[in-house]
């Protein structure tokens, strides 16, 4: 692993360079890869001193203690790179003391310096706020995340921090940008209901945003300059206003609790977790490597590819330790804070709605869970399926089912008949037990019991297969919904 590891710093030295951001970000990649799975090892028994330990339930006895909260190590080392890339990858110009006093020549002085430099392709400034947005983002994340880890708060109180999180992401989003408009499906405006639906809507969110306006004094609609487009094949937008930033929060609670939900055998939040930041690459890559995109575009994902290539670095000197046999627990500060890595990358990469996309296998598991977690069910505290200390197989493990729970009785007997859960039943007929509503025991359901590695890279496979065919979908089928997108392949 040391042979590993000088290779990955010595090849990061050789990568980074001043005016490529993708080379630099690379070679942080490799950086992050490389601190990382040296700390991990060293850092495990100064956790297990002060209490950070815990045992793996899914092993044969005897089971030793292993350290907890591992990915408190990696999400410092992230932010810790996340720092240092910033005169890389952020063009550093001068400016006269006269030119400050005017704007059209500090302009022209901005750009004779910025475009002075052959092949430039560092970030202006403007982006800098954005950038730095994100990183105290994530930082509150952390924090948050640790918290929970420390003093274990209840599901009911933790759901909505990363709400609280993504503030300053969203406040610089507010005065940076504040693009609240969506593109409306050709499909819906062709047909005269439809044009009348859309209508209404806007009518309804103009007047709830002349009333959010009328109490705080702040508007949050998009900006008419923004979308002036002459064209009259342009598509139609509506203005969310207000509620955009709603749906920006709600996507930053639920991008980190999608994590945590889908969680429970060895390397499944950090191997889900890299799968999605792959996914998010590749989605990038098409953008980059694409000529005829907008600047605009071409600046936003190589923003969002500058958050990834780290992530996926720190995330794999994590995942070599955390996979199976698990050597160390991640925690759900890492589960908070990869998932915030992701909204935060969908928000400022302005492609928070093809986010969903990606959390398709996400999505599934928290509305297949929603029964428990609401307490339609019973949920048990843990979810993780069974561990036989005979065959060394996972099993699915199972809820029991109690009196009072009518409709939910109702439920898992229609669920059981599509054979989305196993059930016991008494001598009366009566579901007494059914196996818990995750993925994971839903993939037991159906494939049979298995070993616990070979478990979760058949789920990882499911996600990486998932999101190549969400990428291939949003880029053929969107352009024909929505009969517009900044990059398509053809579709019309």
Same mark, same amino acid.
């Given at each position: 692993?040391a042979?590993v590891r000088?290779? /990955?710093v010595?090849l990061a030295?050789a990568?980074?360079?001043?005016?490529?951001p993708?080379?630099?970000?690379l070679?942080f990649?490799?950086?992050g890869?490389? *601190?990382t799975?040296?700390?991990?090892p060293?850092?495990g028994?100064s &956790?297990?001193?002060?209490?950070l330990?815990?045992r793996?339930?899914?092993?044969?006895?005897?089971?030793?203690?292993?350290?907890?909260?591992?990915?408190?190590v990696?999400?410092?080392t992230?932010?810790v790179?996340?720092?240092?890339?910033?005169?890389?990858?952020?063009?550093?110009?001068?400016?006269?003391?006269l030119?400050?006093? !005017?704007?059209d020549?500090?302009?022209?002085?901005?750009?004779?310096?910025? %475009?002075s430099?052959?092949?430039n392709?560092?970030f202006?400034?403007?982006?800098?706020a954005?950038?730095?947005?994100?990183a105290l983002?994530?930082?509150?994340t952390?924090?948050?995340?640790?918290?929970d880890?420390?003093f274990?708060i209840r599901? %009911?109180?933790?759901f909505?921090l990363?709400?609280? /999180?993504?503030?300053?992401?969203?406040?610089?989003?507010y005065v940076?940008?504040?693009?609240?408009?969506v593109?409306?499906p050709t499909?819906i405006?062709a047909?005269?209901i439809?044009?009348t $639906?859309?209508?209404?809507?806007?009518?309804?969110?103009a007047a709830?945003?002349?009333?959010?306006?009328?109490?705080?004094?702040l508007k949050?609609?998009?900006l008419?300059?923004d979308?002036?487009?002459?064209?009259s094949s342009a598509?139609?937008l509506l203005?969310?206003?207000?509620?955009?930033?709603?749906?920006?929060?709600?996507?930053s609670?639920?991008a980190?609790?999608?994590?945590n939900?889908?969680?429970?055998? !060895?390397g499944?939040?950090? =191997?889900?977790?890299?799968?999605?930041?792959i996914?998010?690459?590749?989605?990038?890559?098409c953008y980059?490597?694409?000529p005829?995109?907008?600047?605009? /575009?071409f600046?936003s994902?190589m923003?969002?590819? *500058?958050?990834?290539?780290?992530f996926?670095g720190v995330s794999?000197?994590l $995942?070599?330790?955390? &996979?199976?046999?698990?050597?160390? &627990?991640?925690?759900?500060?890492?589960?908070?804070f990869s =998932?915030? +890595?992701?909204?935060?990358v969908g928000i400022l990469?302005h $492609?928070?709605?093809t986010?969903?996309l990606?959390? +398709?296998?996400?999505i599934?598991?928290?509305i297949?869970?929603?029964?428990? @977690?609401?307490?339609?069910?019973?949920?048990?505290?843990h979810r993780?399926? #069974?561990?036989n200390?005979?065959? !060394?197989?996972m099993?699915?493990?199972y809820?029991?089912?109690?009196e009072?729970y009518?409709l939910?009785t109702i439920l898992?007997s229609v669920?059981?008949f599509?054979r989305?859960?196993?059930v016991? #039943?008494d001598?009366?007929?009566?579901?007494?037990? $059914?196996?818990?509503?995750t993925?994971i025991?839903?993939?037991?359901?159906w494939l049979?019991p298995?070993?616990?590695?070979?478990?979760c890279i058949i789920i990882?496979?499911?996600q990486?297969l998932?999101?190549?065919?969400?990428?291939?979908? #949003?880029?053929t089928v969107g352009?024909?919904?929505?009969?517009?997108d900044? @990059?398509?392949?053809? /579709?019309?």
């Amino acid at each position: 692993m040391a042979v590993v590891r000088l290779a /990955a710093v010595a090849l990061a030295f050789a990568l980074l360079r001043v005016n490529s951001p993708l080379h630099t970000a690379l070679a942080f990649g490799l950086l992050g890869y490389a *601190i990382t799975s040296h700390l991990i090892p060293r850092l495990g028994s100064s &956790f297990i001193k002060v209490g950070l330990k815990g045992r793996d339930l899914s092993k044969a006895p005897p089971v030793d203690f292993i350290p907890e909260l591992m990915g408190v190590v990696l999400a410092v080392t992230y932010m810790v790179l996340l720092v240092l890339i910033v005169p890389f990858v952020f063009f550093k110009y001068l400016v006269s003391f006269l030119a400050m006093s !005017n704007d059209d020549e500090l302009s022209d002085l901005f750009n004779t310096q910025y %475009r002075s430099i052959e092949n430039n392709h560092m970030f202006p400034h403007n982006k800098l706020a954005e950038f730095l947005s994100g990183a105290l983002c994530l930082l509150s994340t952390i924090l948050l995340g640790f918290f929970d880890d420390l003093f274990d708060i209840r599901w %009911r109180h933790k759901f909505f921090l990363p709400a609280v /999180a993504s503030l300053p992401l969203l406040i610089v989003y507010y005065v940076d940008f504040s693009v609240t408009s969506v593109v409306v499906p050709t499909f819906i405006t062709a047909h005269p209901i439809g044009e009348t $639906f859309v209508e209404y809507l806007t009518s309804f969110f103009a007047a709830s945003n002349e009333l959010v306006t009328y109490i705080t004094n702040l508007k949050f609609t998009t900006l008419t300059t923004d979308y002036n487009v002459a064209s009259s094949s342009a598509p139609k937008l509506l203005d969310l206003g207000i509620f955009y930033y709603a749906y920006m929060s709600a996507l930053s609670i639920f991008a980190p609790n999608s994590i945590n939900i889908l969680a429970g055998i !060895n390397g499944l939040e950090v =191997g889900q977790s890299i799968v999605l930041g792959i996914i998010f690459l590749i989605n990038d890559m098409c953008y980059l490597l694409s000529p005829s995109i907008s600047q605009a /575009a071409f600046d936003s994902h190589m923003l969002s590819a *500058i958050f990834i290539i780290p992530f996926l670095g720190v995330s794999l000197g994590l $995942f070599q330790y955390n &996979f199976f046999p698990a050597r160390v &627990f991640v925690g759900d500060t890492y589960c908070y804070f990869s =998932g915030m +890595v992701f909204a935060v990358v969908g928000i400022l990469g302005h $492609f928070s709605k093809t986010l969903l996309l990606f959390l +398709v296998p996400q999505i599934l598991n928290f509305i297949y869970s929603v029964p428990q @977690l609401f307490n339609i069910l019973p949920c048990p505290r843990h979810r993780l399926p #069974r561990y036989n200390v005979k065959d !060394n197989l996972m099993y699915p493990s199972y809820g029991e089912l109690k009196e009072g729970y009518k409709l939910g009785t109702i439920l898992l007997s229609v669920l059981a008949f599509f054979r989305l859960i196993l059930v016991e #039943r008494d001598q009366n007929n009566r579901i007494t037990k $059914f196996s818990n509503l995750t993925i994971i025991n839903l993939t037991l359901v159906w494939l049979g019991p298995m070993r616990e590695d070979i478990l979760c890279i058949i789920i990882l496979v499911g996600q990486l297969l998932i999101g190549v065919l969400m990428i291939a979908t #949003r880029h053929t089928v969107g352009p024909w919904l929505f009969g517009y997108d900044n @990059l398509s392949w053809g /579709a019309k």
